[in-house]
């Protein structure tokens, strides 16, 4: 599948010197995953902590690991799809804006926009060792429902907190996918317990900002 996106606000991708000159894959995969295990736990579903040691970790059991690592691979089990990125990018202004405070100051970067990004999944491995579902409509359905998602109500790539990363994604979403994306979730109910202090959605509260696209399109 082909998902388009634009910026509403800047997108931040660090690299390792924290320079932010591409929008890079990791980053809208390390928003994907995130906002997949939020909604995962939110719904009591079993998402474990992909950044410490208690991940999951794949030993011939595909019931032993989460949901979110089913789909997007940990040690053992390789992610399930590939994801291209594509897009022609500006910077919104050179320089940085500071914003100044009483006790601290603000620091804007300048981030990434587009007003076409394109971003290509593909299936490469069954996501069941017992195949018989269309893995293409199972990725699709709830790669969509995450993007419309995301459009909706989060953010991509770093800086998050300042509002970087807000985006608007272009998803034909059917009544169907909805159900794709509940049944995946559903296949495998466990009680195992999630993380302390892990983001869950049923925790979270959303506030919406309207953005004047003007301000960042040229
Ligand atoms: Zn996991």
Request: include cysteine.
């Amino acid at each position: 599948m082909e998902i388009s996106l634009k910026t509403l606000t800047p997108l931040w991708s660090g690299n390792a010197k924290r320079e932010c000159i591409k929008l890079r894959e990791v980053s809208i995969l390390g928003s994907l995953r995130w906002w997949f295990e939020v909604i995962v736990r939110g719904v009591n579903g079993h998402a474990c902590d992909s950044t410490s040691e208690n991940k999951c970790e794949y030993k011939g059991n595909i019931e032993k690991i989460c949901h979110v690592c089913q789909l997007f691979g940990t040690t053992g089990w390789a992610k399930r799809f590939r994801i291209d990125i594509d897009g022609k990018f500006w910077e919104p202004y050179s320089g940085k804006l500071v914003i100044m405070g009483q006790q601290r100051s603000w620091h804007y970067e300048p981030g990434l926009i587009s007003d076409s990004i394109s971003i290509k999944l593909q299936p490469i491995f069954p996501l069941f060792i017992d195949p018989g579902d269309s893995n293409k409509e199972i990725l699709d359905s709830i790669m969509g429902v995450l993007l419309r998602f995301i459009s909706n109500w989060g953010m991509v790539g770093g800086k998050t907190a300042i509002g970087y990363g807000v985006v608007k994604a272009e998803t034909n979403i059917r009544n169907s996918d909805f159900e794709i994306f509940k049944s995946f979730l559903d296949v495998k109910k466990n009680s195992r317990a999630n993380a302390s202090g892990a983001p869950r959605l049923d925790e979270m509260f959303f506030a919406r900002f309207k953005v004047n696209e003007a301000v960042f399109l040229k």
